[in-house]
């Protein structure tokens, strides 16, 4: 996961960047806030931590123009303590406050935190979990493609699921059986094959498109 830190005091960032690569964080530095939403522009951010009192536009605003398109989640930080800061900051989108100055161990504890949250409300924030032409039910084990609920067979469900979990990656035979076949010692990879053709069947029967991908040599994916 990639944090991009804005902040135009460099001890700050320099901070803040150590704590959270000790976390197991990958992180990326700005100093101005167009800069950043250049940055955010490009994809690959799951978190922002935004310095509200930024040399060319506020942190709020930074903030007011990512929600536009998207629900990364956002931890302000400001050297200001006052309350409305605070509302104005919670109001326009941002997942928490801290207030310098801070322990760089607080914040990433903040960040463990929001993600914590995020995860147990079951919400997908910055990055899809899957395309969205494909809708899963994992209660009811069963998954739509363009709105169509497709029937599926046990394996069939969890091998559609496993590649919906990473699309584009590329996943081998063995990683396929390892994660879905884990319960069937017995079962050959030839397996993996048999299912993808029958997968490709009732996904092409909803509609004709190439959606699972075959790597020669390297294994299957999910077309992005």
Known sequence: MKILIVDDEPAIADTLSYALRAEGFATECCTLGGEALARLQRGGIDFVVLDVGLPDITGFDVCRALRRDSDLPVLFLTARSDEVDRIVGLELGGDDYVTKPFSPREVASRVRAILRRLHANGESRGQPEKPAKFAVDRDGLRIAYHGHWLALTRYEYLLLALLLERPGRI?????????????????????VDTHIKTLRGKLRAVRDDEVILTHRGLGYSLAT
């Open 171 to 191: 996943l081998s035979r063995p990683q396929i059986m390892a994660a879905v076949w884990q319960d069937d010692g017995e079962s050959l990879e030839r397996t």
